[in-house]
Structures are given as C-alpha cells and as structure tokens.
C-alpha cells in the first residue's frame, strides 16, 4: 500500500511501515499542490501532522485515499466526521505526546517563576553593562513547592502535569467536564504510589491556582474557555499556560490580563493565528514563548511513527480480511 507523511514521520516509523511493505514518502507537498501529488502516486493512506489541512475540498478531490492519520493529539485541522462519512478511516496517536507535552508545562513554569524569559532577552544585550541591576531585578524570584496549580482538562496530557507537579512539591487541582479522580499514579524508584488530587469547580480553581495550565479546546460552539469574564476570577498575580489550543482563551482577553497584572506571566505555546500570531502578544515582556512544539522531542516523534505504523498495519490487515 501506498503511504504519504505530508508533514514528515520518524525514522523509526518509516522503517517500520517498509518492514511491512508498505511505500512511504515523507516530502513535504505544498497545500495546494497535494491534491495532485496524492492522486498521481495513487496514495492509500495520508499521514499529517498539524501543518497539513485536510479539509472537504481536499477529501472529495482524493478519492483514492482510503485513511487519514494524524501523528498527534487534537484533529482540528481534520474534516473528521466528513471523511468518516465517506468511508474514510481517521486515526491519531494521543498518547504518544503526552510526556513531552506535560515537560513542556513544567518548562514554562519554572521559567516564569524565576523570570528567566526576561532574564535571558537581556542577558546578551545588557548582561556585561547591567549586571548587577538586572541580579537585583530577577532576584525575587519564586519556587514552585507549596504553590497551588489548576489543571483546565485532566486527560492525559493533565495527568501528566499532575504528576510532573506533585513531584515538585505543588498542590494540584483541577476541572474536567468528562473525567472524574480522586488520585493519580505516579512510579517512583520502581514503585507505584497514588497520590489524592481534588476536582474543584471552575471558578473554584480559577480563583485558589497560582498558576493555570491549559488542556482544552475551545467549548463546542467555538467561545473561548477563558475569557474576560474568566480572567476576572483568577488570582491576582497567578501564572497561565497554554500548551493546547490557542483558540482555547481570548488572546485579547489575555493581553489585558497580562498589562494589568491580573496575569503576571504566561507561557505560550499555541495561538489563535498560527503561524503568524499576534505580534502584540509576542511583544510583551511577561511572556515565555516557544512556537507550538509541545510533542516535538525525539522521543515523542519516536512513539507517534512507531504508534501510526501500528495503525496502518493493523488498518490493512483488516482491508485485506475484509476483502478476503
């Protein structure tokens, strides 16, 4: 069978899909130009990241692309329901990136307490002049232990942080409209141990949380889940990071937050207008920025190549009996 990873896979994952005979490509086709590509190289399956859009258009004009698979997480740049019902199978690895993801949370926060984000834009350009101004000015810093973080959507990704953040030292709560636990799992030295977390109304949390992590979408009819109304309840000075969606908060909501004071800080991974967010969010100094790389480490990229090539054969398999 004939596959195509538009925005690339793992060397593993490659070699693992060759071993079961199927023929990959991993360049990348520009948006406009795939349509053609696929139906030229007669592409069974489409692989995609977040980078590639897979919408009606590009559905009805490829009908000899039988799968879609998402090498991630969320599948908002999917037409989902609209391939599933043409008989399209869509797959996703959401497993595969939760670690890194939830590192990349544990990144932000630590960087945000200690205003490392300030300190290191500065540090090149001021660092032999202001020495000893700067030491004083991001020398009154905060730890981590004994703050109070709120978790917005406890999958796995949440649970993830949730353990990260008890490891630190943090009190963790959070909300979630579709899970409910009491506890999570956490292996220390090769041992399992449950540690009690408490599930707590949304204003609760957004008003008790030192800081807030982001792992949501955007509510079902496109509004944001933090808003100005949502701002409003957080503690004065707490820390938000968003690692999920950007369409999850109001930017502009945000930006006030952030130029009041009512956020001293957030950590951004993810924005409303990717890839060219809004450059007075960026151009603020209280915020630490990274550009949508949360599932981008080896060892993740190793575990969605290796999880899609599990897929996809076990996806022919079952063509193949079907046919039989």
């Known amino acids: 069978m004939r596959v195509h990873a538009n925005d690339g896979i793992s060397q593993e994952g490659k070699q ?45 004009a490829c009908p000899g692309v039988k799968l879609i698979g998402r090498g991630g997480v969320g599948m908002d740049n999917i037409d989902v329901a609209y391939a599933q019902g043409k008989g399209i199978k869509v797959v996703n690895t959401p497993a595969s990136s939760s670690i890194s993801v939830a590192e990349l949370v544990m990144a932000h926060l630590f960087t945000l307490m200690r205003d490392l984000h300030q300190a290191n834009r500065r ?23 004994g703050k109070t973080l709120g978790i917005l959507g406890l999958g796995r ?38 540690v009690g977390i408490k599930m707590v109304p949304l204003a609760e949390l957004l008003a008790k949380s030192d800081a807030i992590t982001v792992h949501v979408n955007q509510k079902s009819g496109g509004e944001a889940v933090l808003g100005a109304a949502e701002f409003a309840l957080m503690k004065p000075g707490m820390l938000l990071v968003n690692t999920a969606r950007g369409a999850a908060m109001d ?22 207008n990717e890839p060219a967010p809004n450059p007075e969010l960026l151009g603020l100094p209280n915020v630490s920025l990274t550009p949508h790389i949360g599932a981008a480490t080896r060892e993740a990229q190793d575990r969605i190549g290796q999880e899609l090539a ?15």
């Open 157 to 194: 990704i949440g649970r993830w942080v949730a353990r990260y953040a008890v490891g630190a030292g943090m009190k963790v709560i959070y909300t979630d409209h579709n899970a409910t636990a009491d506890f999570i799992e956490m292996e220390l030295n090769g041992e399992t141990h449950r």
């Open 123 to 145: 540090m090149p350009a001021e660092g032999n002049t202001a020495f000893k101004a700067m030491k004083k000015e991001y020398g009154s810093g905060t730890e981590l232990r």
């Open 251 to 272: 930017e502009q909501a945000l930006i006030a937050a952030l130029k009041s004071g009512r956020v001293k800080a957030a950590g951004l991974d993810v924005f409303e």
């Open 310 to 324: 599990e897929l996809l054969t076990a996806w022919r398999d079952e063509v193949t009996v079907g046919r039989g």
């Open 16 to 60: 693992l899909l060759e071993e079961q005979d199927f023929t990959i490509t991993t360049e990348h086709v520009a948006q406009e130009q795939l349509a053609a590509y696929l139906n030229a190289e007669k592409v069974d399956a489409l692989l995609v990241r977040s980078a590639t859009k897979v919408r009606k258009e590009l559905i009805d």
